[in-house]
């Protein structure tokens, strides 16, 4: 089955640091990559996909991605963070298994963003 | 575009009672999608349906758990009886015919007590 792993629960930055949201996958043929933001007491919202083409994928809000398919990794990133980027991140992976086509999600990283 | 639609926000029921929850999916997506996530369990597909059809309910807990989408503009997620290990928040997602993003409702807080 296709899988996501989001090795941190927790991540910790000040505001105006860079910061990066982990996420390894493991899937049989090419994989299509998604992260997903929940704020607090609302539904997911999507941030960017990886399809196919350049590894760097750019999405809402600032936040990028870079697909490593070497070290099967679709880290997500931003150059400058904000108090207002404090949020539950969710990396998922379209899930194929049995002719079907769903989304599996990784377990989420709460990312706190400090002054 | 309104988004996707689910009701009620919030529910609070006693064990044993029959809960039914509601989606209204973005007109035009053909696939539509039942999530439960838990602090425990995290995000959880229940079930899934293209175009109208079920096709995979494998995440379904238990007979307890039932679901249907009589046309494309409307599901339920129907649970009974209730029990206190049910409760969650129950998200509704649906999907263009591409194999692209889901979009999500803001989903159903239900408490069994």
């Known amino acids: 089955a296709q899988s996501v792993a989001q090795p941190e629960d927790q991540v910790n930055v000040a505001e105006g640091n860079p910061l990066t949201v982990k996420c390894t996958y493991s899937?049989?043929?090419?994989?299509?990559l998604f992260w997903y933001v929940q704020y607090p007491n609302r539904g997911l919202q999507f941030l960017l996909k990886?399809?196919?083409?350049?590894?760097l994928v750019k999405g809402s809000y600032g936040f990028e991605a870079e697909f490593n398919k070497s070290q099967t990794s679709f880290h997500l990133k931003k150059p400058s963070a904000l108090v207002s980027d404090s949020a539950l991140y969710f990396c998922?992976?379209?899930?194929?298994?049995?002719?079907?086509?769903?989304?599996?999600f990784g377990t989420g990283t709460q990312l706190k963003v400090e002054l | 575009d309104a988004g996707v639609i689910q009701s009620p926000r919030h529910e609070v029921t006693e064990m044993g009672q029959e809960v039914t929850l509601r989606c209204k999916p973005i007109?035009?997506?053909?696939?539509l999608f039942w999530y439960r996530q838990t602090m425990m369990r995290g995000l959880e597909l229940l079930i899934y349906?293209?175009?109208?059809?079920?096709?995979?309910d494998s995440g379904m807990p238990e007979d307890r758990f039932s679901a249907k989408m009589p046309n494309a503009s409307f599901s339920t997620l129907k649970i009974q009886p209730s029990e206190p290990r049910d409760s969650a928040v129950y998200f509704c997602?649906?999907?263009?015919?591409?194999?692209?993003?889901?979009?999500f409702g803001e989903g159903s807080r239900l408490t069994v007590l």
């Open positions: 997602a649906s999907r263009p015919t591409r194999p692209g993003e889901l979009f």
């Open positions: 899937v049989s043929g090419n994989p299509y």
């Open positions: 990886y399809i196919t083409g350049d590894n």
């Open positions: 998922a992976v379209r899930d194929v298994t049995g002719g079907g086509n769903k989304l599996t």
């Open positions: 007109s035009g997506h053909n696939s």
């Open positions: 349906f293209n175009n109208n059809v079920p096709i995979d």
